[in-house]
């Protein structure tokens, strides 16, 4: 059998390699792929991608995510939150903050104010799309995996 009779006729494939970035996420779809699987698999990419996409631009996104992690305990849940958003994102202190997150490079303040605000709309419970997360609770069999994270001495 060759290469292509192996390969599925549906799949999902998202590869990026750039300088110490490398990402590879592989799907096979088959006839008992439901389409919930596959969503879940695209919400993962697009999470990875996103934050890419800032690291890449030269923002720093540790630092827009521990601002923004200060600032949503001020700001309160739900549709509180949402009133306050517009209001604190424009600060005189954010603006410092989000200057810095990007080398004070101004023609990066514009997408690091937009990270700041999609970590926020995260923090504050009202993400501006679905995440692996919510969908692992509304799709038990779907499981979240865990990153490689530490591993111990032998």
């Known amino acids: ?68 992690n200060r600032l949503s305990k001020r700001i309160g849940r739900g549709g509180k939150a949402l009133e306050s958003l517009d209001r604190i994102v424009y600060d005189g202190d954010v603006e410092r903050e989000l200057l810095e997150a990007c080398n004070n490079d101004k023609s990066n303040s514009g997408a690091a104010r937009a990270y700041l605000i999609i970590s926020l709309l995260k923090r504050v419970n009202m993400p501006p799309f679905i995440t692996q997360e919510q969908m692992a609770k509304i799709y038990p069999k779907l499981k979240v995996s865990k990153g490689m994270g530490r591993k111990a001495k032998a």
């Open 1 to 68: 059998m060759s290469d292509t009779e192996d390969m599925p006729k549906e799949f999902v494939i998202f590869e990026m390699r750039y300088r110490d970035i490398l990402v590879l996420k592989k799907m096979r779809i088959t006839e008992d792929t439901t389409p919930e699987e596959v969503a879940f698999m695209l919400s993962g990419i697009k999470n990875t991608s996103i934050n890419s996409t800032y690291r890449t631009s030269g923002i720093d996104t540790r630092k827009l995510d521990e601002l923004a």
